[in-house]
C-alpha cells in the first residue's frame, strides 16, 4: 500500500536555525497538509495545501513558516528561524481527491536546543 | 466550529475484556468522523471512518465505532482487547460543508491493555 514518507526522521537544530522538514505524499493525492504534535499534546493543524497554493492555515502558521511543493512530488515545510517551542513531532498527510481519510508519515521529530 | 472532545486521557482494561474510548464532537452540519491510532515513535494510521450510511462502521484490527447523532457520539469499541492495542488513540471530525478545512483531533485517550 503506497505511504506518505517523511525525512528526517529526527532533526537537532540549533535556536535561530532554519530547518527543511520533507515529505513525499502518496503520488495521486491533490490535497497536502502538516499537523504537530507537542509531545504528550494533541495533534494540531499547521497548513493545508492545494494546487499549488496554501488553502488555509492555522493561527500557529506565522511569517516563520512556509511550505513549498518544489516538483510536483515533495511537499517540503520550512521553518526559517526555529525557537525552543517548536520543538514537537511533524506529521505530514495527503488526501486523494477530497475523498477521506487522510493519509499521515511516521514524523519528523523536531528538537531545537 | 468543530471540535473533538475525549474526556478520558488514560483507559486501563484486561487483556481479552471489551474496551471503549469515548469521544463526542461539535460540527454545525453532518460530520466526517474518524478514528486514528498512534504507536510509539509513530505516525497516525488510520482506523476507521463515518462519512454516511449504518452508523456503526467497522474498521482495522477488529475496532468497530458508533455514530449517535443524538449524542454527538462516536465511541471506538473492541469485543475483546489485545495487549497489543495499548497505544494512544485520537477521534478527528471534520465538516465537509466548510469548504477544505482541516481534520480537527482530540486530545487523544492513552490505553493500556494489561495481560
Same mark, same amino acid.
Given at each position: 500500500e503506497p505511504e506518505v514518507t517523511q525525512t528526517p526522521s529526527h532533526q537537532v537544530t540549533q535556536m535561530g536555525q532554519e530547518v527543511i522538514l520533507r515529505c513525499v505524499p !502518496?503520488? &495521486?493525492?491533490?490535497y497536502f497538509y502538516w499537523y504537530r504534535q507537542i509531545l504528550g499534546q494533541k495533534v494540531e493543524f499547521l497548513v493545508s495545501f492545494y494546487n499549488n497554493e496554501i488553502s488555509e492555515k492555522s493561527? !500557529?502558521?506565522?511569517?516563520q513558516f512556509s511550505v513549498e511543493r518544489?516538483?510536483?512530488s515533495n511537499f517540503t515545510l520550512k521553518i526559517r528561524s526555529t525557537k525552543l517551542e517548536d520543538s514537537a513531532m511533524y506529521f505530514c498527510a495527503s488526501l486523494a481527491?477530497?475523498?477521506?481519510?487522510l493519509h499521515f508519515g511516521n514524523g519528523t521529530r523536531l528538537t531545537v536546543t | 466550529a468543530q471540535s473533538v472532545a475525549q474526556p478520558e486521557d488514560q483507559v486501563n482494561v484486561a487483556e481479552g475484556n471489551p474496551l471503549t474510548v469515548k469521544c463526542t464532537y461539535s460540527v454545525s452540519g453532518n460530520p466526517y468522523l474518524f478514528w486514528y491510532v498512534q504507536y510509539p515513535n509513530r505516525g497516525l494510521q488510520f482506523l476507521l471512518k463515518y !462519512?454516511?450510511?449504518?452508523n456503526l462502521v467497522k474498521g482495522s484490527y477488529g475496532f468497530e465505532a458508533e455514530f449517535n447523532k443524538s449524542q454527538t457520539s462516536f465511541h471506538l469499541k473492541k469485543p475483546s482487547a489485545l495487549v497489543s492495542d495499548s497505544a494512544l488513540y485520537f477521534c478527528a471530525v471534520r465538516?465537509? &460543508?466548510?469548504?477544505n478545512t482541516p481534520l480537527v483531533f482530540g486530545k487523544g485517550t492513552r490505553l493500556s491493555v494489561i495481560a
Open positions: !502518496i503520488s &495521486n493525492h491533490l493561527e !500557529i502558521f506565522d511569517d518544489p516538483d510536483g481527491g477530497g475523498k477521506p481519510p | !462519512i454516511t450510511g449504518d465538516d465537509p &460543508n466548510s469548504g
